[in-house]
């Protein structure tokens, strides 16, 4: 299975200029093919293919105009065709039309650019990236592995590469263990074997993080002049000072969520049963929309999906229509608004089972229901 890693690059200054270059080279590149294919529908009224596209970059590059491209990289032009091709099937997909693309501009907060992994060779603690050099990076790439989809990404602070790199299936011995997973909002996670993962946006250092990005957040819309292209220095700064504070905590939350999903994953069992949630439709509670977004949960789903087959567990989502907090493990009645004359709801954390008198805690019950489902 190819797993995705993410190593920051260490560029020197000369690097670090040629790597904004062919940021932009990217940005010229797949604004122009927008604006040709957008074009060509309205003349001809049917969509410019890829190959077509494609082909169009090498006829630019005879021209006087744009003889300058011929100084960058000739992959990067070709893979922002590539991302153009693949937005505009996705908006067409969604939105049934290829209007929901929109251009890219300098002054967005990730630039970047796609490479051929053929071509990137890896040495020690460095990276071949052509018409660019060997760049540093912070950890050992795989010499001899192939690498997939290679992307040069700035975040704002730094320079990443993220390649999928094909790596094998783990072969261990595994329990006989079934474990539910139950993920929420007051906690990340509760686990079927007892395990519970407290929400980390609950924590000190979160919440003084938040309060932090919420007065910059302020400073930003002070200074921002409205009609006006170019910003000034001190809007700069908030910016800079907001996607630092941003980065931080979207690393404190990745790391909490890959520690938790590690932990399932040692535990070896024979299978993970988690809900089948649909988060879009959480994120369109306005109640729970923010502290939904804050916990990750689709990114939780991601980890515990791949990490399981990496392991050779299986990974199984419960039927969305299995109410598994609303189901007494014991004895299987289920939660009936009409004998306790309150309807159910997230307000209920605990409750009593009227038929056996059990007394459940609704996430662990839930994730107990889970690991007794049956396809």
């Excluded at 293919?49 to 630019?60: D, S, V």
Aim: hydrophobic share 30%; net charge positive.
């Amino acid at each position: 299975m190819i797993i995705t890693r993410k190593i920051r690059l260490l560029p020197d200054e000369n690097q670090e200029r040629l790597l904004w270059e062919h940021a932009g080279v990217r940005r010229f590149a797949y604004n122009k093919f927008k604006a040709y294919s957008e074009k060509y529908y309205k003349i001809f009224g049917k969509t410019l293919t890829k190959e077509r596209m494609g082909a169009h970059i090498t006829k630019m590059k005879s021209a006087n105009k744009y003889k300058w491209l011929k100084e960058y990289n000739a992959d990067v032009p070709k893979e922002a065709v590539r991302d153009f091709d693949r937005a505009r099937k996705k908006s067409f997909g969604n939105y049934g039309n290829g209007y929901h693309t929109r251009f890219k501009s300098r002054h967005d907060p990730e630039q970047g650019f796609a490479l051929d992994g053929r071509k990137c060779t890896v040495k020690k603690k460095c990276v071949n990236i052509t018409k660019v050099g060997y760049v540093k990076t912070s950890k050992q790439l795989p010499k001899t592995k192939k690498l997939h989809n290679p992307r040069v990404k700035y975040d704002g602070v730094h320079w990443w590469l993220t390649v999928g790199i094909e790596e094998p299936i783990i072969k261990q011995e595994l329990s006989d263990e079934t474990i539910g997973v139950d993920v929420g909002i007051k906690e990340l996670l509760v686990a079927s074997n007892g395990l519970v993962v407290k929400n980390i946006n609950k924590t000190a250092e979160v919440k003084k993080l938040l309060r932090k990005k919420k007065k910059v957040q302020r400073q930003m819309s002070k200074r921002f002049r409205r009609g006006q292209k170019t910003q000034s220095n001190n809007y700069k700064k908030a910016k800079a000072k907001h996607l630092k504070i941003s980065r931080k905590l979207n690393n404190i939350r990745d790391n909490h969520i890959h520690q938790a999903t590690n932990e399932l994953v040692k535990a070896k069992p024979r299978k993970i049963v988690v809900e089948n949630l649909s988060v879009g439709f959480v994120l369109k509670n306005k109640k729970l929309s923010k502290a939904a977004s804050y916990q990750k949960l689709n990114f939780v789903f991601r980890c515990l999906g791949y990490k399981s087959e990496r392991n050779g567990i299986e990974y199984v989502k419960a039927g969305k229509t299995f109410a598994s907090s609303q189901i007494c493990n014991t004895c299987g009645y289920r939660y009936n608004n009409k004998d306790y004359e309150k309807q159910w709801g997230l307000h209920i954390r605990k409750w009593k089972c009227v038929s056996c008198s059990t007394e459940h805690d609704r996430d662990m019950n839930a994730a107990i229901n889970l690991s007794k489902w049956v396809a």
